[in-house]
C-alpha cells in the first residue's frame, strides 16, 4: 500500500546535539516531499520541500533534508537543536498532482 | 488576506448538532484539503478539491461528513449529527497545482 512512515513517535533530545527524524515513503515515482513542522497550539509551518534536482535541500531554521531514491527515504536534520525546536514534525508526500498524505508524525523534546 | 483563513477559531457544541466549519483559501489556490487531527494525532486526510474537478472525498470517515467549495474560493465543511468522537482540530490547506501546501489556524471542534 502507498505510505509515508515516520518511524519514530517520540524523540528526546540534549539542546545542542544533532537531531534527525526518518521519514520513507512507498509510492512508485519520486514524489514531490515535504517537512511540517507543528509548534504547540500553532498551524503547520513548512521548513523545506524537495522537487527534483539536488538531493539535499535546506530549509529555515537551520534544517535540512536528503532524498535518497534508493532508500525511499527524506529523513530531515538539523546539526545542533536549540530548546525553540520542541514540536511536531511531519513528513509529507506528495505522489501527483492530486494527493498529499502526511505521516503520523514525530514528536521532539529538547532537554536542557 | 495573505494567507489561509478558517473559521471559527473554536467551537463548542453539543451531541447532535451539526456544525459548518469554513476556509478561506489563498486567491488563486486552485487546490483545497480539509484534515482531521484527533488530539495528540497525526494529520488525517479527508477531503480534496481540485479546479472543477469532481473532490476526492476518498477520506471523509462517514456520511455524516461533508464539504462544498464554490469555484476556487470559500469552502465548507458540514458535520451533521456530531459525535463526541468528532472532537478534534480541522485544518483546512490551500496550494497551486504542483507547490506545497499552506494550511490554516485551524478550528477547534468540542462535542460535549
Known amino acids: 500500500a502507498q505510505s509515508v512512515t515516520q518511524p519514530d513517535i517520540h524523540i528526546t533530545v540534549s539542546e545542542g546535539a544533532s537531531l534527525e527524524l526518518r521519514c520513507n515513503y512507498s509510492?512508485?515515482?519520486?514524489?514531490?516531499l515535504f517537512w511540517y513542522v507543528q509548534s504547540p497550539g500553532q498551524g503547520l509551518q513548512l521548513l523545506l520541500k524537495?522537487?527534483?534536482?539536488?538531493?539535499l535541500v535546506q530549509g529555515i531554521k537551520g534544517f535540512e533534508a536528503e532524498f535518497k531514491r534508493s532508500q525511499s527515504s527524506f529523513n530531515l536534520r538539523k546539526p545542533s537543536v536549540h530548546w525553540s525546536d520542541a514540536a511536531e514534525y511531519f513528513c509529507?508526500?506528495?505522489?501527483?498532482?492530486?494527493?498529499?498524505?502526511f505521516g503520523a508524525g514525530t514528536r521532539l523534546t529538547v532537554k536542557p | 488576506g495573505a494567507g489561509v483563513s478558517q473559521s471559527p477559531s473554536n467551537k463548542v457544541t453539543e451531541k447532535g448538532k451539526d456544525v459548518e466549519l469554513r476556509c478561506d483559501p489563498i486567491?488563486?489556490?486552485?487546490?483545497l484539503y480539509w484534515y482531521r487531527q484527533r488530539l495528540g494525532q497525526g494529520l488525517e486526510f479527508l477531503i480534496y478539491?481540485?479546479?472543477?474537478?469532481?473532490?476526492?472525498k476518498s477520506g471523509l470517515p462517514s456520511d455524516r461528513f461533508s464539504a462544498e467549495r464554490t469555484g476556487e474560493s470559500v469552502s465548507t465543511l458540514t458535520i451533521q449529527r456530531t459525535q463526541q468522537e468528532d472532537s478534534a482540530v480541522y485544518l483546512c490547506?490551500?496550494?497551486?497545482?504542483?507547490?506545497?501546501?499552506?494550511f490554516g489556524p485551524g478550528t477547534r471542534l468540542t462535542v460535549l
Open positions: 478539491f481540485q479546479g472543477n474537478s469532481a473532490p476526492d
Open positions: 509510492y512508485g515515482a519520486t514524489p514531490y
Open positions: 509529507a508526500v506528495r505522489p501527483n498532482n492530486n494527493d498529499m498524505r
Open positions: 524537495y522537487f527534483s534536482g539536488d538531493t
Open positions: 490547506a490551500s496550494s497551486l497545482i504542483i507547490s506545497e501546501q499552506f
Open positions: 486567491s488563486g489556490h486552485t487546490a
